[in-house]
């Protein structure tokens, strides 16, 4: 059984920092490009930040780049979002997700397996 299991979330205040952790089962993640993605209230869900298979290369959404760290660990079916400098705009509910296909990181669509997600507020 597939299972892509988000922890870490929480509340914090702004400027503070936070580590997500995705605990993946079911498929071993180095056949597969791993992201996050968040959704916050009221608006459509966005890509975060992405790693290729590897570990070497790493892509971020604008809004959190030079903030957000994520790295993987495949022989621990691993990945961690580290998320420093935290602003209130970055509440939202972060997905964990991987991708088996070659599309672009960024594209939703692309993504076989998701989370349940996980709740980031920050407070002002």
């Known amino acids: 059984q597939v299972q892509l299991v988000e922890s870490g979330g929480g509340w914090v205040q702004t400027g503070g920092s936070l580590r997500l952790s995705c605990a993946v089962s079911?498929?071993?993640?180095?056949?597969?490009?791993m992201s996050w993605f968040r959704q916050a209230p009221g608006k459509e869900r966005e890509f975060v930040a992405g790693?290729?298979?590897?570990?070497?290369?790493?892509y971020y959404g604008d809004s959190v780049k030079g903030r957000f760290t994520i790295s993987r660990d495949n022989a621990k079916n691993l990945v961690a979002l580290q998320m420093n400098s935290l602003k209130p705009e970055d509440t939202a509910v972060y997905y964990c997700?991987?991708?088996?296909?070659?599309?672009?990181?960024?594209?939703?669509?692309?993504?076989?397996?998701w989370g349940q997600g996980t709740q980031v507020t920050v407070s002002s």
């Open positions: 790693v290729e298979w590897s570990g070497r290369y790493t």
């Open positions: 997700a991987a991708t088996s296909g070659y599309a672009h990181i960024k594209t939703m669509s692309a993504y076989n397996y």
């Open positions: 079911g498929f071993t993640i180095n056949k597969y490009r």
